[in-house]
DNA sequence: TCAGTTAGGAACCAATCAGTCCAAAACGGA
DNA sequence: TCCGTTTTGGACTGATTGGTTCCTAACTGA
């Protein structure tokens, strides 16, 4: 028909994600983000109509992937035990952080920042987050400790692990030194334990 | 000697710091600041220097007031159990966004934003997020069902508990749903109890 | 009253922001 | 080969950013 895109998008898409996850959206300016995903103005444009659109499509691969792989952490049955499950998932945190990844979760920094003034933003958050909720409320189901509580129990203590899981990567990214988290981490093992 | 200010700085300080708890460091604009603070640019830049100066300022008037008021409510000893005086500031923080504040934390919001990039307000938030911490840390103290734990356990399960703090703010701003907010609340409470 | 000093206010600045436009280029189908 | 369609790249736009400048106003101490 006509001319071909000389870009994957879907590559582009994964450049824009490291973008926005180091610098945030409201830090990303266009040029960061032209720069990082190695195309122009012209092209972002016609492929991603603007910043904000192109950020909610960040945010949905994010949670198709980086979420998906935390869910999937959650619900792997070779540990049989959902409650070590959800402790890979708070040392795999705190291992990133250990290597020099100071970034953090993407849907945490996007709840602190445009969440706040965008209500499609907040939604996309909402649901990422709630994903990762449910992966906590089914590996809690598969932890002996955590099982016979009834369903409502369960769940608030779900949305309790996830605060915990906010709070930790949020203070990740502020540079909070390592054995304050080491000690966050810690202490959610000998919660759950 | 010479012509006197017009304006009292500490409330001067007090309405930037709305500005910047509503809107975030860099979410909020000169405009917005000389709009909030009630001044012009000529006497903002004579007594602040300039806008991160400013923003400094208002940190540690936020932790000299906002803070400094949770560690009161911390050691509080007409609440005679420290695990409830904790409770009383997540349930006090639960209050807020029910009565229709959904700001959050100041701290919390400067802690996924330019503390990233920005080792001085890094460090402020820090050491508000420390006092806070140690405000936990001798509640805990008060508590029969903490105060026999090994000053290293006593110490991670503040520094956890700071991270439930963090994160049920940060989720508060986020318009997360109230009932999640709840269930984080409850179940901080069980944890402790 | 007047000299000295500082605050206040508005005009101004360069840089940057997100977003638009359009001509040229590059392709597919015929 | 040539036509129609789409992408591409860069020049451009107007608004906004944080910050400066400078003149005048307002005050104090002598």
Not at 34 to 41: E, F, S, V, Y
Not at 51 to 75: D, H, I, N, P
Not at 128 to 135: C, E, F, I, N
Not at 153 to 163: F, I, N, Q, S, T
Request: charged letters at 25%.
């Amino acid at each position: 028909m006509a001319r071909p895109r000389s870009f994957d998008t879907d590559d582009a898409l994964e450049k824009a994600m490291h973008v926005f996850w180091e610098r945030g959206y409201e830090g990303a300016s266009l040029p960061d983000l032209l720069d990082g995903m190695g195309l122009t103005r012209g092209s972002l444009y016609k492929a991603f109509t603007d910043k904000k659109t192109l950020f909610l499509k960040v945010l949905e691969r994010y949670e198709t992937q980086a979420v998906q792989a935390g869910v999937a952490m959650l619900s792997d049955s070779t540990a049989p035990n959902g409650a070590e499950r959800i402790m890979a998932m708070f040392k795999g945190s705190y291992q990133n952080v250990v290597e020099g990844d100071a970034r953090g979760c993407l849907l945490c920094t996007a709840a602190a920042g445009p969440c706040n003034y965008d209500e499609e933003i907040a939604k996309s958050v909402s649901r990422g987050l709630g994903t990762l909720r449910d992966g906590i409320y089914v590996a809690l189901g598969a932890s002996p400790r955590h099982a016979t509580l009834s369903e409502a129990e369960r769940g608030a203590l779900a949305d309790m692990v996830l605060a915990q899981y906010v709070g930790l990567r949020t203070m990740a990214r502020a540079r909070i030194d390592h054995d304050t988290l080491h000690n966050i981490v810690r202490s959610v093992g000998v919660m759950l334990a």
